[in-house]
Protein backbone atom coordinates (compact mmCIF):
# COMPACT_ATOMS: atom_id res chain seq x y z
CA UNK A 1 0.00 0.00 0.00
CA UNK A 2 1.26 3.36 -1.02
CA UNK A 3 2.15 5.95 2.05
CA UNK A 4 0.00 9.09 1.48
CA UNK A 5 1.74 12.18 1.05
CA UNK A 6 1.06 15.00 3.04
CA UNK A 7 2.00 18.70 1.44
CA UNK A 8 3.39 21.36 3.46
CA UNK A 9 0.85 23.56 2.38
CA UNK A 10 -1.33 21.10 4.71
CA UNK A 11 1.15 20.86 7.53
CA UNK A 12 1.42 24.68 8.09
CA UNK A 13 -2.76 24.45 8.01
CA UNK A 14 -2.93 22.03 10.34
CA UNK A 15 0.01 23.63 12.68
CA UNK A 16 -2.12 27.07 12.39
CA UNK A 17 -5.20 25.68 13.53
CA UNK A 18 -3.68 23.71 16.73
CA UNK A 19 -1.73 26.91 17.60
CA UNK A 20 1.46 25.09 17.32
CA UNK A 21 0.61 21.49 18.82
CA UNK A 22 1.54 19.07 16.16
CA UNK A 23 4.09 17.27 17.15
CA UNK A 24 6.81 14.88 14.92
CA UNK A 25 9.36 11.36 16.36
CA UNK A 26 11.79 13.07 18.29
CA UNK A 27 9.59 15.78 19.66
CA UNK A 28 8.71 14.96 23.91
CA UNK A 29 5.00 16.17 23.48
CA UNK A 30 5.03 12.89 20.40
CA UNK A 31 7.42 10.78 22.59
CA UNK A 32 4.91 11.64 25.45
CA UNK A 33 1.46 10.25 23.33
CA UNK A 34 3.27 7.27 22.02
CA UNK A 35 3.97 5.66 25.62
CA UNK A 36 1.25 3.72 26.09
CA UNK A 37 -0.07 1.60 29.80
CA UNK A 38 1.83 -1.48 27.67
CA UNK A 39 5.22 -1.45 26.71
CA UNK A 40 4.58 -3.64 24.30
CA UNK A 41 2.73 -1.32 22.56
CA UNK A 42 5.35 -0.09 19.94
CA UNK A 43 3.08 1.84 17.31
CA UNK A 44 4.51 4.81 15.58
CA UNK A 45 2.31 7.48 14.04
CA UNK A 46 3.46 9.91 11.47
CA UNK A 47 2.02 12.66 13.35
CA UNK A 48 0.73 13.89 16.71
CA UNK A 49 -2.22 16.43 17.01
CA UNK A 50 -2.46 17.82 20.48
CA UNK A 51 -6.36 18.79 20.61
CA UNK A 52 -7.37 21.43 23.14
CA UNK A 53 -10.93 22.54 21.75
CA UNK A 54 -13.69 20.35 19.50
CA UNK A 55 -12.62 23.22 16.72
CA UNK A 56 -9.21 21.51 16.74
CA UNK A 57 -10.44 18.25 16.87
CA UNK A 58 -12.42 19.09 13.42
CA UNK A 59 -9.46 20.52 11.94
CA UNK A 60 -7.44 17.43 12.46
CA UNK A 61 -10.28 14.91 11.56
CA UNK A 62 -10.34 17.24 8.38
CA UNK A 63 -6.68 17.02 7.96
CA UNK A 64 -6.47 12.82 8.59
CA UNK A 65 -9.58 12.75 5.66
CA UNK A 66 -7.98 15.13 2.81
CA UNK A 67 -4.46 13.37 3.58
CA UNK A 68 -5.89 9.89 3.50
CA UNK A 69 -4.18 8.91 6.95
CA UNK A 70 -5.30 6.58 9.18
CA UNK A 71 -6.68 7.77 12.31
CA UNK A 72 -6.63 7.14 16.48
CA UNK A 73 -7.51 9.30 19.07
CA UNK A 74 -4.86 8.68 22.34
CA UNK A 75 -6.53 10.10 25.83
CA UNK A 76 -5.42 7.93 29.40
CA UNK A 77 -3.20 5.81 26.96
CA UNK A 78 -4.55 2.57 28.99
CA UNK A 79 -5.73 0.41 25.99
CA UNK A 80 -4.13 -2.62 26.05
CA UNK A 81 -4.39 -3.85 22.87
CA UNK A 82 -2.90 -0.31 21.59
CA UNK A 83 -5.65 0.73 19.35
CA UNK A 84 -5.27 4.42 20.79
CA UNK A 85 -2.44 5.07 18.49
CA UNK A 86 -1.82 4.31 14.18
CA UNK A 87 1.12 3.19 12.62
CA UNK A 88 1.74 6.29 10.14
CA UNK A 89 -1.09 8.02 11.00
CA UNK A 90 -2.31 11.20 12.54
CA UNK A 91 -3.30 10.79 16.15
CA UNK A 92 -5.09 13.22 18.43
CA UNK A 93 -4.33 13.21 22.17
CA UNK A 94 -6.85 14.32 23.49
CA UNK A 95 -5.42 14.81 27.25
CA UNK A 96 -6.07 18.60 26.67
CA UNK A 97 -9.46 18.82 26.58
CA UNK A 98 -9.33 17.56 30.70
CA UNK A 99 -11.91 19.87 32.31
CA UNK A 100 -14.83 18.84 34.84
CA UNK A 101 -17.25 21.16 35.89
CA UNK A 102 -20.08 20.11 38.52
CA UNK A 103 -23.28 20.93 38.75
CA UNK A 104 -24.46 20.14 42.42
CA UNK A 105 -27.83 21.06 42.09
CA UNK A 106 -28.38 18.36 39.13
CA UNK A 107 -26.28 16.02 40.08
CA UNK A 108 -24.03 16.09 36.67
CA UNK A 109 -20.52 16.39 35.74
CA UNK A 110 -19.46 17.71 32.36
CA UNK A 111 -15.58 16.12 31.28
CA UNK A 112 -13.48 16.91 28.78
CA UNK A 113 -13.08 14.18 26.66
CA UNK A 114 -9.14 13.92 27.39
CA UNK A 115 -9.93 13.65 31.23
CA UNK A 116 -9.25 10.57 33.41
CA UNK A 117 -11.14 9.62 36.50
CA UNK A 118 -8.77 11.68 38.68
CA UNK A 119 -9.80 14.95 37.30
CA UNK A 120 -13.91 13.41 37.92
CA UNK A 121 -13.51 11.95 41.40
CA UNK A 122 -11.59 15.43 42.70
CA UNK A 123 -14.23 17.55 41.24
CA UNK A 124 -17.41 15.13 42.07
CA UNK A 125 -15.56 14.95 45.89
CA UNK A 126 -15.79 18.73 46.48
CA UNK A 127 -19.45 18.88 46.69
CA UNK A 128 -19.94 15.25 48.26
CA UNK A 129 -20.37 13.53 45.00
CA UNK A 130 -19.41 10.36 43.04
CA UNK A 131 -19.59 8.17 39.98
CA UNK A 132 -18.48 4.90 39.15
CA UNK A 133 -15.40 5.07 37.79
CA UNK A 134 -11.85 2.83 37.11
CA UNK A 135 -10.51 1.33 39.89
CA UNK A 136 -7.47 3.73 39.23
CA UNK A 137 -7.20 7.40 39.13
CA UNK A 138 -5.47 7.20 35.48
CA UNK A 139 -7.72 5.69 32.95
CA UNK A 140 -9.48 7.79 30.68
CA UNK A 141 -13.38 8.45 31.21
CA UNK A 142 -14.10 7.97 27.72
CA UNK A 143 -12.31 4.65 26.80
CA UNK A 144 -13.33 3.24 29.98
CA UNK A 145 -16.94 4.63 29.91
CA UNK A 146 -17.40 3.84 26.17
CA UNK A 147 -16.25 0.15 27.37
CA UNK A 148 -18.71 -0.41 30.11
CA UNK A 149 -16.95 0.81 32.82
CA UNK A 150 -16.33 -1.20 36.61
CA UNK A 151 -15.43 0.50 39.51
CA UNK A 152 -15.77 0.57 43.30
CA UNK A 153 -19.42 1.99 42.79
CA UNK A 154 -20.58 -0.04 40.15
CA UNK A 155 -23.29 -2.46 42.34
CA UNK A 156 -24.44 0.64 44.38
CA UNK A 157 -24.56 2.62 41.14
CA UNK A 158 -24.11 0.40 37.68
CA UNK A 159 -20.91 0.23 35.46
CA UNK A 160 -19.46 4.08 34.36
CA UNK A 161 -21.59 3.78 31.36
CA UNK A 162 -25.08 3.75 32.89
CA UNK A 163 -24.07 7.03 34.47
CA UNK A 164 -23.71 8.32 30.85
CA UNK A 165 -26.36 11.07 30.41
CA UNK A 166 -25.20 12.63 26.92
CA UNK A 167 -22.16 12.67 24.33
CA UNK A 168 -20.97 15.61 22.38
CA UNK A 169 -18.39 14.16 19.67
CA UNK A 170 -17.06 15.23 16.29
CA UNK A 171 -17.98 12.53 13.26
CA UNK A 172 -16.25 11.73 10.80
CA UNK A 173 -17.25 14.09 8.55
CA UNK A 174 -16.18 16.80 11.03
CA UNK A 175 -19.17 18.14 12.22
CA UNK A 176 -20.18 18.76 16.37
CA UNK A 177 -22.81 16.24 17.37
CA UNK A 178 -24.85 15.74 20.39
CA UNK A 179 -26.43 12.76 21.93
CA UNK A 180 -28.70 12.14 24.85
CA UNK A 181 -31.66 10.43 25.53
CA UNK A 182 -33.41 13.02 22.70
CA UNK A 183 -31.09 13.78 20.45
CA UNK A 184 -29.31 10.57 18.72
CA UNK A 185 -30.34 8.16 21.38
CA UNK A 186 -29.22 5.32 19.32
CA UNK A 187 -25.36 6.97 19.21
CA UNK A 188 -25.69 7.71 23.11
CA UNK A 189 -26.99 3.65 23.41
CA UNK A 190 -23.64 2.44 21.39
CA UNK A 191 -21.14 4.51 23.53
CA UNK A 192 -22.83 2.86 26.68
CA UNK A 193 -20.57 -0.44 26.17
CA UNK A 194 -19.99 -0.65 22.63
CA UNK A 195 -16.42 1.39 22.36
CA UNK A 196 -14.98 4.60 21.75
CA UNK A 197 -14.98 4.16 17.58
CA UNK A 198 -17.97 6.30 16.75
CA UNK A 199 -16.23 9.57 16.77
CA UNK A 200 -13.86 11.52 18.43
CA UNK A 201 -15.84 12.38 22.03
CA UNK A 202 -14.97 15.80 23.34
CA UNK A 203 -17.33 16.01 25.90
CA UNK A 204 -19.38 13.63 28.12
CA UNK A 205 -22.06 14.28 30.65
CA UNK A 206 -22.40 11.67 34.13
CA UNK A 207 -24.95 11.49 36.73
CA UNK A 208 -23.35 12.03 39.99
CA UNK A 209 -24.25 10.21 43.53
CA UNK A 210 -24.21 11.93 47.04
CA UNK A 211 -21.51 10.12 48.81
CA UNK A 212 -20.06 10.88 52.55
CA UNK A 213 -16.99 12.57 52.48
CA UNK A 214 -15.17 9.80 54.61
CA UNK A 215 -16.08 5.92 53.62
CA UNK A 216 -14.79 2.89 54.61
CA UNK A 217 -11.89 2.14 52.13
CA UNK A 218 -8.84 -0.24 51.74
CA UNK A 219 -7.61 -3.66 52.05
CA UNK A 220 -6.37 -7.00 54.10
CA UNK A 221 -4.04 -9.05 53.23
CA UNK A 222 -3.35 -12.81 53.62
CA UNK A 223 -0.07 -15.31 53.37
CA UNK A 224 -0.33 -17.04 50.02
CA UNK A 225 -1.50 -20.56 52.11
CA UNK A 226 -4.51 -18.88 52.60
CA UNK A 227 -5.73 -18.37 49.57
CA UNK A 228 -8.73 -20.47 49.16
CA UNK A 229 -9.56 -19.57 52.36
CA UNK A 230 -9.71 -16.17 51.86
CA UNK A 231 -11.13 -16.72 48.33
CA UNK A 232 -13.84 -18.14 49.55
CA UNK A 233 -15.09 -15.66 52.18
CA UNK A 234 -14.53 -13.03 49.49
CA UNK A 235 -16.90 -15.17 47.36
CA UNK A 236 -19.57 -15.85 51.05
CA UNK A 237 -19.20 -11.99 51.74
CA UNK A 238 -20.48 -10.74 48.50
CA UNK A 239 -23.18 -12.97 48.23
CA UNK A 240 -25.32 -11.45 50.82
CA UNK A 241 -23.80 -7.87 50.93
CA UNK A 242 -25.40 -4.63 50.24
CA UNK A 243 -24.79 -3.07 47.25
CA UNK A 244 -22.90 -0.42 48.98
CA UNK A 245 -19.99 -2.74 49.44
CA UNK A 246 -17.28 -2.86 46.12
CA UNK A 247 -14.99 -5.45 46.73
CA UNK A 248 -12.42 -7.42 44.54
CA UNK A 249 -10.02 -10.25 45.66
CA UNK A 250 -6.86 -10.33 44.36
CA UNK A 251 -4.02 -13.07 44.05
CA UNK A 252 -0.77 -11.64 43.23
CA UNK A 253 2.91 -10.64 44.69
CA UNK A 254 3.36 -8.10 47.75
CA UNK A 255 5.22 -5.39 46.60
CA UNK A 256 8.85 -5.55 48.80
CA UNK A 257 9.54 -2.05 49.65
CA UNK A 258 5.77 -0.69 50.99
CA UNK A 259 5.76 -0.55 54.84
CA UNK A 260 2.15 -1.68 55.25
CA UNK A 261 3.37 -5.12 54.07
CA UNK A 262 4.53 -6.89 57.16
CA UNK A 263 7.81 -7.93 56.69
CA UNK A 264 6.94 -11.52 56.21
CA UNK A 265 4.69 -11.20 53.52
CA UNK A 266 7.10 -8.92 51.49
CA UNK A 267 7.71 -10.19 47.81
CA UNK A 268 5.99 -13.46 48.89
CA UNK A 269 2.79 -14.72 47.12
CA UNK A 270 -0.38 -12.85 48.67
CA UNK A 271 -4.00 -12.96 48.65
CA UNK A 272 -5.71 -9.32 49.35
CA UNK A 273 -9.40 -8.71 49.35
CA UNK A 274 -9.51 -4.59 48.53
CA UNK A 275 -12.55 -2.37 47.88
CA UNK A 276 -14.66 0.18 49.80
CA UNK A 277 -18.23 0.29 51.30
CA UNK A 278 -20.43 3.99 49.70
CA UNK A 279 -21.79 4.61 52.58
CA UNK A 280 -21.22 5.77 55.97
CA UNK A 281 -18.10 4.37 57.89
CA UNK A 282 -20.54 2.74 60.42
CA UNK A 283 -22.44 0.75 57.92
CA UNK A 284 -18.83 -0.17 56.32
CA UNK A 285 -17.79 -1.44 59.82
CA UNK A 286 -21.30 -3.82 59.65
CA UNK A 287 -20.53 -5.09 55.73
CA UNK A 288 -17.02 -5.57 56.42
CA UNK A 289 -17.17 -7.18 59.67
CA UNK A 290 -16.35 -10.88 58.28
CA UNK A 291 -13.35 -9.79 55.95
CA UNK A 292 -11.97 -7.76 59.28
CA UNK A 293 -12.49 -10.20 61.96
CA UNK A 294 -10.92 -13.04 59.81
CA UNK A 295 -7.35 -12.45 60.86
CA UNK A 296 -6.08 -10.95 57.97
CA UNK A 297 -1.86 -10.10 58.26
CA UNK A 298 -2.56 -7.18 57.75
CA UNK A 299 -5.98 -5.09 57.74
CA UNK A 300 -5.65 -1.33 56.35
CA UNK A 301 -9.02 -1.03 56.06
CA UNK A 302 -9.69 2.94 57.53
CA UNK A 303 -11.81 5.82 56.74
CA UNK A 304 -10.50 7.94 53.85
CA UNK A 305 -11.94 9.92 50.75
CA UNK A 306 -13.01 8.39 47.70
CA UNK A 307 -10.82 10.38 45.44
CA UNK A 308 -7.82 9.15 47.71
CA UNK A 309 -8.59 5.68 48.06
CA UNK A 310 -9.18 5.67 43.97
CA UNK A 311 -5.15 6.58 43.16
CA UNK A 312 -4.05 4.31 46.04
CA UNK A 313 -4.03 1.18 43.62
CA UNK A 314 -2.51 3.15 40.47
CA UNK A 315 -0.79 0.43 38.24
CA UNK A 316 3.06 1.14 37.65
CA UNK A 317 2.81 1.88 33.91
CA UNK A 318 5.81 0.26 31.44
CA UNK A 319 5.52 -3.02 31.66
CA UNK A 320 4.75 -5.70 29.05
CA UNK A 321 0.94 -6.62 29.33
CA UNK A 322 -1.22 -9.73 28.26
CA UNK A 323 -5.10 -9.55 29.80
CA UNK A 324 -7.92 -11.68 29.84
CA UNK A 325 -11.29 -11.99 31.73
CA UNK A 326 -14.05 -14.43 31.95
CA UNK A 327 -17.64 -14.32 33.55
CA UNK A 328 -19.16 -16.94 35.96
CA UNK A 329 -22.12 -17.57 37.57
CA UNK A 330 -20.86 -18.42 41.14
CA UNK A 331 -17.53 -19.29 42.60
CA UNK A 332 -18.24 -22.59 43.78
CA UNK A 333 -15.08 -24.68 45.94
CA UNK A 334 -14.07 -26.46 43.06
CA UNK A 335 -13.51 -23.65 40.86
CA UNK A 336 -11.70 -21.89 43.29
CA UNK A 337 -9.43 -24.25 43.70
CA UNK A 338 -9.08 -24.33 39.77
CA UNK A 339 -8.29 -20.69 39.86
CA UNK A 340 -5.99 -21.15 42.85
CA UNK A 341 -4.32 -23.37 41.27
CA UNK A 342 -3.65 -21.91 38.08
CA UNK A 343 -2.48 -18.82 40.19
CA UNK A 344 0.43 -20.46 41.19
CA UNK A 345 2.01 -20.16 38.09
CA UNK A 346 1.64 -16.37 37.92
CA UNK A 347 5.07 -14.36 37.33
CA UNK A 348 6.38 -12.97 40.28
CA UNK A 349 6.10 -8.93 40.54
CA UNK A 350 2.86 -7.04 39.71
CA UNK A 351 0.51 -9.71 37.66
CA UNK A 352 -2.08 -10.83 39.19
CA UNK A 353 -5.65 -12.60 39.40
CA UNK A 354 -8.81 -10.69 40.34
CA UNK A 355 -11.89 -10.89 40.74
CA UNK A 356 -14.65 -8.42 40.66
CA UNK A 357 -18.34 -9.23 42.03
CA UNK A 358 -21.02 -8.19 39.93
CA UNK A 359 -24.30 -7.74 41.16
CA UNK A 360 -26.77 -4.76 42.54
CA UNK A 361 -27.31 -2.38 39.89
CA UNK A 362 -24.82 -3.78 37.01
CA UNK A 363 -27.38 -6.58 36.78
CA UNK A 364 -30.53 -3.91 36.83
CA UNK A 365 -29.76 -2.61 33.42
CA UNK A 366 -30.55 -3.80 30.22
CA UNK A 367 -30.26 -4.03 26.80
CA UNK A 368 -32.76 -1.27 26.25
CA UNK A 369 -30.12 1.43 27.93
CA UNK A 370 -26.85 -0.55 27.04
CA UNK A 371 -25.60 -2.86 24.28
CA UNK A 372 -23.40 -4.92 27.35
CA UNK A 373 -24.08 -8.86 27.83
CA UNK A 374 -23.79 -10.84 30.74
CA UNK A 375 -24.93 -8.41 33.41
CA UNK A 376 -26.22 -11.33 35.27
CA UNK A 377 -22.41 -12.65 36.17
CA UNK A 378 -21.64 -12.87 39.93
CA UNK A 379 -18.44 -12.52 39.13
CA UNK A 380 -15.14 -11.14 36.70
CA UNK A 381 -12.41 -13.28 36.71
CA UNK A 382 -9.51 -11.21 35.27
CA UNK A 383 -5.84 -12.28 35.20
CA UNK A 384 -3.72 -9.33 34.20
CA UNK A 385 -0.38 -10.13 33.27
CA UNK A 386 2.51 -7.96 33.59
CA UNK A 387 6.19 -8.45 32.90
CA UNK A 388 9.42 -6.76 31.42
CA UNK A 389 11.39 -9.18 29.34
CA UNK A 390 10.48 -9.23 25.48
CA UNK A 391 12.01 -13.15 25.90
CA UNK A 392 8.94 -14.43 28.55
CA UNK A 393 6.19 -12.73 25.59
CA UNK A 394 5.23 -16.52 24.63
CA UNK A 395 5.81 -18.01 27.92
CA UNK A 396 3.41 -15.67 29.81
CA UNK A 397 0.72 -15.40 26.74
CA UNK A 398 0.38 -19.35 26.90
CA UNK A 399 0.10 -19.17 30.89
CA UNK A 400 -2.34 -16.46 30.03
CA UNK A 401 -4.34 -19.05 27.80
CA UNK A 402 -4.44 -21.75 29.92
CA UNK A 403 -6.35 -19.35 32.45
CA UNK A 404 -9.41 -19.66 29.98
CA UNK A 405 -8.58 -23.80 30.18
CA UNK A 406 -8.99 -23.65 33.88
CA UNK A 407 -12.00 -21.47 34.39
CA UNK A 408 -13.52 -23.02 31.57
CA UNK A 409 -16.01 -25.13 33.79
CA UNK A 410 -17.79 -22.11 35.13
CA UNK A 411 -17.22 -19.33 32.31
CA UNK A 412 -20.75 -18.40 31.18
CA UNK A 413 -18.94 -17.10 27.32
CA UNK A 414 -19.63 -13.74 27.48
CA UNK A 415 -16.51 -11.29 27.85
CA UNK A 416 -16.28 -8.19 29.33
CA UNK A 417 -13.97 -5.76 26.25
CA UNK A 418 -12.26 -3.69 29.12
CA UNK A 419 -10.64 -6.43 31.03
CA UNK A 420 -9.15 -8.94 27.60
CA UNK A 421 -6.35 -8.47 25.60
CA UNK A 422 -7.26 -11.12 22.90
CA UNK A 423 -9.95 -9.17 21.04
CA UNK A 424 -10.24 -11.33 18.40
CA UNK A 425 -13.62 -11.40 16.68
CA UNK A 426 -15.34 -14.25 18.51
CA UNK A 427 -14.62 -12.32 21.80
CA UNK A 428 -16.07 -9.15 20.64
CA UNK A 429 -19.39 -11.13 19.35
CA UNK A 430 -19.47 -12.59 22.97
CA UNK A 431 -19.35 -9.18 24.49
CA UNK A 432 -23.01 -8.59 22.89
CA UNK A 433 -26.31 -10.64 21.62
CA UNK A 434 -26.51 -11.41 18.24
CA UNK A 435 -29.10 -8.31 17.86
CA UNK A 436 -27.16 -5.46 19.69
CA UNK A 437 -24.01 -6.81 17.65
CA UNK A 438 -26.19 -5.99 14.71
CA UNK A 439 -27.46 -2.53 16.02
CA UNK A 440 -23.98 -1.90 16.83
CA UNK A 441 -22.68 -2.91 13.37
CA UNK A 442 -25.71 -0.54 11.96
CA UNK A 443 -25.06 2.33 14.09
CA UNK A 444 -20.78 2.47 13.02
CA UNK A 445 -21.90 2.18 9.87
CA UNK A 446 -24.04 5.03 9.83
CA UNK A 447 -21.94 7.61 11.80
CA UNK A 448 -18.98 6.09 10.46
CA UNK A 449 -19.22 4.84 7.27
CA UNK A 450 -15.54 4.60 6.26
CA UNK A 451 -14.34 3.21 9.16
CA UNK A 452 -12.25 6.70 10.30
CA UNK A 453 -12.34 5.37 13.91
CA UNK A 454 -10.41 2.21 15.13
CA UNK A 455 -12.42 2.51 18.73
CA UNK A 456 -11.66 0.09 21.06
CA UNK A 457 -12.43 -3.02 19.01
CA UNK A 458 -13.77 -3.81 15.62
CA UNK A 459 -17.41 -4.06 15.49
CA UNK A 460 -17.85 -4.93 12.06
C1 LIG B 1 -4.06 -0.11 34.71
C2 LIG B 1 -5.41 -0.26 34.10
C3 LIG B 1 -6.52 -0.29 34.92
C4 LIG B 1 -7.79 -0.42 34.37
N1 LIG B 1 -8.87 -0.47 35.21
C5 LIG B 1 -10.10 -0.62 34.71
C6 LIG B 1 -11.23 -0.67 35.56
O1 LIG B 1 -11.12 -0.58 36.79
N2 LIG B 1 -12.44 -0.82 35.00
C7 LIG B 1 -12.62 -0.92 33.64
O2 LIG B 1 -13.76 -1.05 33.19
N3 LIG B 1 -11.57 -0.88 32.81
C8 LIG B 1 -10.31 -0.73 33.30
N4 LIG B 1 -9.24 -0.68 32.46
C9 LIG B 1 -9.47 -0.77 31.01
C10 LIG B 1 -9.71 0.64 30.48
O3 LIG B 1 -10.97 1.08 30.89
C11 LIG B 1 -9.71 0.66 28.95
O4 LIG B 1 -8.48 0.22 28.48
C12 LIG B 1 -10.00 2.07 28.44
O5 LIG B 1 -10.29 1.99 27.06
C13 LIG B 1 -8.84 3.01 28.69
O6 LIG B 1 -9.13 4.31 28.26
P1 LIG B 1 -7.92 5.37 28.18
O7 LIG B 1 -8.44 6.67 27.72
O8 LIG B 1 -7.15 5.33 29.43
O9 LIG B 1 -6.97 4.72 27.09
P2 LIG B 1 -6.59 5.10 25.59
O10 LIG B 1 -5.60 4.05 25.22
O11 LIG B 1 -6.18 6.50 25.46
O12 LIG B 1 -7.96 4.89 24.83
C14 LIG B 1 -8.65 3.65 24.85
C15 LIG B 1 -9.63 3.57 23.68
O13 LIG B 1 -10.61 4.59 23.81
C16 LIG B 1 -10.54 5.49 22.70
N5 LIG B 1 -10.77 6.84 23.21
C17 LIG B 1 -10.27 7.37 24.35
N6 LIG B 1 -10.72 8.64 24.50
C18 LIG B 1 -11.48 8.91 23.42
C19 LIG B 1 -12.22 10.04 23.00
N7 LIG B 1 -12.24 11.17 23.72
N8 LIG B 1 -12.90 9.97 21.84
C20 LIG B 1 -12.89 8.83 21.10
N9 LIG B 1 -12.21 7.72 21.44
C21 LIG B 1 -11.52 7.76 22.61
C22 LIG B 1 -9.15 5.28 22.12
O14 LIG B 1 -9.11 5.63 20.76
C23 LIG B 1 -8.94 3.79 22.35
O15 LIG B 1 -9.61 3.02 21.38
C24 LIG B 1 -7.97 -0.53 32.97
C25 LIG B 1 -6.85 -0.50 32.14
C26 LIG B 1 -5.57 -0.38 32.69
C27 LIG B 1 -4.38 -0.42 31.80
Known amino acids: MSTPTVSSAQLDELRFRLDGDLHAPGDPAYEDACTLFNAMVQTRPRLVARCATPDEVVA?????????????????????????LCEDGLVLDVR???????????RVARVGGGATWAHVDRA????????????????????????????????????????????????????????DEHTNPELLWALRGGGAGFGVVTAVELRLHPLPAEVLAGLAIYPGDR??????????????APEGLGLAFDL?????????????????????????????????????????????????????????????????????NWWTAEQTLDLPDDAIDALCDWAQGLPPGPSQLFVVPWGGAVARATERTSPLVGRDSAFVVHPLLMWDDPADDDATIAFGHAFRDAIGPWATGSAYLNFVSDVGRARVRA???????ERLAAIKAAWDPEGAFPGSHRLA
Open 124 to 179: AHRHGLATTGGRVSTTGVVGLTAGGGSGWLERAHGLACDNLLAVELVTAEGELVRA
Open 60 to 84: AVAFARDAALPLAVRAGGHSVTGRS
Open 96 to 106: PMDAVEVDAGR
Open 227 to 240: AREAMRLFRDTMRD
Open 252 to 320: TTAPDDDPDVPDALRGRPVAIIVGMYAGSVADGERALAPIRASRPAADLFGPTSYPDFQCSIDDPPGHR
Open 431 to 437: AYSPSAM
